[in-house]
């Protein structure tokens, strides 16, 4: 165990130290990284927060076990779906999954991902009426997709510690995730939209866009939000 002082030589140590920087041609790895000396990674990235939406109300309402498979189902059908389209599972948090995409059409495919999430969501609340034709649970969620460059670190203790995203993309694809002051579905920003191959911005027949603009007036910002599903 440290003592105070410690503690504080070392917080004075990491503000005074320089950063040793390097560009990464993929998504960092905790390994990647090193803790006792600031270590970074900047890439290009964009990045994809999917959370369950009122975890609360499932835990505090429903029985422990129940809330644990639902859980399990959401973010085991989540992870399988990213890694099916070339993404990196970087984070758990509670009730939701952070993924990062590089490669040729990063935008394209962590969109294709959400919309595939939204299939698995469908699928789950088919299972759970199945399964327990009494209960009044529905599984919903909110996705945020967002790209930026990114400034990657590892922080934390010998023991504990993790890898901190820092950039524009993790900060809004999280909010995003939260609803953005919307009810649930899958939310991108204007950057993301932009660079959608037409596979992924188009749907249905006839053929139409499956992206419908609204203003994020938090951000005074255009984002783009689908209640589309995608079949994987």
Request: proline share 2%; net charge neutral; hydrophobic share 40%.
């Amino acid at each position: 165990m440290k003592s105070a002082s410690e503690i504080i030589a070392e917080v004075k140590d990491i503000l005074a130290a320089r950063w040793q920087e390097r560009d990464s041609k993929k998504v960092p790895e905790l390994e990647d990284l090193q803790l006792n000396s600031n270590d970074a990674m900047r890439l290009e990235g964009t990045v994809l927060y999917a959370d369950m939406v009122d975890s609360t109300g499932l835990v505090t309402g429903f029985k422990d076990w129940f809330a644990a498979k639902v859980y399990k189902a959401y973010l085991g059908a989540a992870c399988h779906i990213i890694r099916n389209n070339s993404g990196a599972v970087t984070a758990f948090d509670g009730d939701r999954v952070m993924a990062v995409y590089r490669g040729d059409a990063p935008n394209s495919s962590a969109s294709k991902s959400a919309l595939q999430i939204s299939w698995a969501v469908k699928e789950i609340n088919t299972a759970i009426k199945t399964t327990y034709p009494n209960t009044a649970f529905e599984l919903q969620q909110s996705i945020g997709i967002d790209t930026s460059d990114l400034f990657v670190t590892k922080t934390g203790i010998r023991g504990f510690n993790d890898l901190v995203w820092v950039g524009s993309a993790a900060n809004y694809a999280a909010k995003l995730a939260g609803g953005a002051g919307f009810s649930g579905g899958v939310f991108i920003t204007e950057a993301v939209f932009s660079r959608l191959r037409d596979d992924a911005k188009y749907g249905g027949s006839p053929r139409r866009s499956m992206w419908e603009q609204l203003q994020w007036h938090a951000t005074n910002k255009v984002i783009y939000r689908s209640n589309w599903t995608w079949e994987p």
